[in-house]
């Protein structure tokens, strides 16, 4: 396995026995370094399975480490936003018997240092998750030219910061004289408007807002769900890690509106649309890791899991 991948995916057990892996075809939206691939891959000797990720860093540490499963594995280096169609380019795959999603980034991208998606100090304000090469603006370009009310939005609805107004104003009066190029920029942004106590947690919850920002993850997000769920055959399961509280809302109020028979607006006094459930949401509560896992693995503290099944 390469180098910073975590040997342990997050909540293995948990999804194993939620996604119950069968013979077929399997997505892997979230591939990283191909810990969840290879226990799905394990658990069913006829479960075929294609592994998405953007980076390039990801498709290569999970080619290593799902070496032995070589001809029921096809690796895709994309975004999971286009799953549709990376999935009809493939004519053998139809529907598809299940799918995950491990969101956010791998325990990889945050300790290499150069992909710049820590607070940790002298850090490249980048945060691409394609890489250099994906053609998306870094977080420093994002810093040093988006108008300020779009900072401020950043920061409120993905940062859900009080202070969005000032630290976006802060933002734009530091640029004028210096540009953002590091991590030792921003938290000394988030300083001045915060205070000199600003806590470890505040520091990620900012730095994941540029993140969320550079790499337009919600919207991506809302995307994928439904690609997911159309794929699916009947009594397919979709399964959802998520780690923070904007990306769960979404897998949660999806999984909710299509396990609903009647989604009419409320003023509709007849029915006029499907009139059935799509099926069934596995986790009324979403699944969280047991304290032992959180012990070994303190990466995995804000992980959820969600399930879905197609009717
Ligand atoms: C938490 S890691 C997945 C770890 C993986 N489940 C494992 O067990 O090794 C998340 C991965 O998803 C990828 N990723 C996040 N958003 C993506 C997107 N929109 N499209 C494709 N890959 C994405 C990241 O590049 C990262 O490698």
Partial sequence: MSEGYSHDPVLADE??????????????GTLGGGGHAELLLGAHPELVLIGVDQDPEAIE??????????????LVEGNFRDVAEIAASRSEVGTVQGALLDLGVSSHQLDRQARGFSFRRSTPLDMRM?????????AADLLNEEAEAELGRIFREFGEERKWRRLAKEVVKRRASARFETSDDLVAACTTVLGSGLSAGTKARLFQALRIAVNDELAALQEVLPALRD?????????VISYHSLEDRIVKNAFRDWSKACVCPPELPVCRCRGVPLGTTMTRKPIRPSDREVQRNPRARSARLRGWQRA
């Avoid at 999804?15 to 892997?28: E, M, N, Y």
């Avoid at 394609?130 to 870094?138: E, I, K, M, S, W």
């Fill in 61 to 74: 540490a999970a080619a290593a480490r799902l070496d032995g499963y070589a001809d029921r594995v096809t």
């Fill in 231 to 239: 794929k699916l055959a009947s009594g397919g399961r979709l399964a």
């Fill in 15 to 28: 999804v194993v026995d939620l996604l119950k892996p069968s013979a077929g075809t399997w997505i892997d």
């Fill in 130 to 138: 394609g890489g250099t090469t994906d053609g998306r603006r870094t």
